[in-house]
């Protein structure tokens, strides 16, 4: 995400602007010094969310195998908004699904 590197990069200026001013002005010292430090924090917290994003989009993109998150949504709906297009996986009855429930049951009893 480069508007948080971005962000990240900002904080960094300001806490250093902030610390010239704390060498600069003995007066609000520890002010300055506090607002730097918060400041340098941030700008870690940032950076570090920032690669946090970047992981797990390359995360979804090796599972899924796509890069656009909205080519999902464009294949889910169909060329009619108020149908969505179903999966292609076969479907089960219920008579299979109770014969494999009870073939479970027996496993587990024995």
Known sequence: MKILNFIAYVCWGLAGIFIIIAI???TSFMLALGLSVSLAISGVLFFSFSK???LL???RVSITGSNASSTSIEQSH??????????KSPTRT???ISKDLEEMK???AQ
């Open 94 to 96: 219920i008579e299979e």
């Open 106 to 108: 027996k496993r587990v």
């Open 57 to 59: 989009e390359e995360i």
């Open 24 to 26: 600069a002005e003995p």
């Open 52 to 54: 946090v994003i970047f």
């Open 78 to 87: 169909s060329s009619n908004s108020n149908t969505v297009v179903a999966d």
